[in-house]
Nanobody, 118 residues
Framework: VQLQASGGGLVQAGGSLRLSCAGS????????MGWYRQDPGKKHELVAT???????TYADSVKGRFTISRDNAKNVATLQMSSLKPEDTSKYYC?????????????WGQGTQVTVSS
């Protein structure tokens, strides 16, 4: 399984960015896709995830500002980030966890930098 992330970049506070994550390879239908973010020396933080059944999870800090969606047929997840704040600056990592017979497998994409200037 490979995850290809795209999007990110530099934006002013209050602006918007969109991240996309495309999965390829053998991906089981029972899975969760989304993003975590991590700064150097800090623990990674869940940003948003969405299961194939449509269950969404968001960090409290992004609720109401970020929206995750996905195309299950294409194994693509998209994170629309709006009203961005300087504290959203981080490296964002695409994430996929899939389950087969209850056994999870976790995959990570390359990080993409999001920088929000004040």
């Amino acid at each position: 399984v490979q995850l290809q992330a795209s999007g990110g970049g530099l934006v002013q506070a209050g602006g918007s960015l969109r991240l996309s994550c495309a999965g390829s390879g053998t991906i089981f239908s029972d899975n969760v896709m989304g993003w975590y973010r991590q700064d150097p020396g800090k623990k990674h933080e869940l940003v948003a995830t969405m299961s194939t059944s449509g269950t969404e999870t968001y960090a409290d800090s992004v609720k109401g500002r970020f929206t995750i969606s996905r195309d299950n047929a294409k194994n693509v997840a998209t994170l629309q980030m709006s009203s961005l704040k300087p504290e959203d600056t981080s490296k964002y990592y695409c994430y996929l966890r899939m389950f087969r017979a209850g056994v999870p497998s976790t995959f990570w994409g390359q990080g993409t930098q999001v920088t929000v200037s004040s």
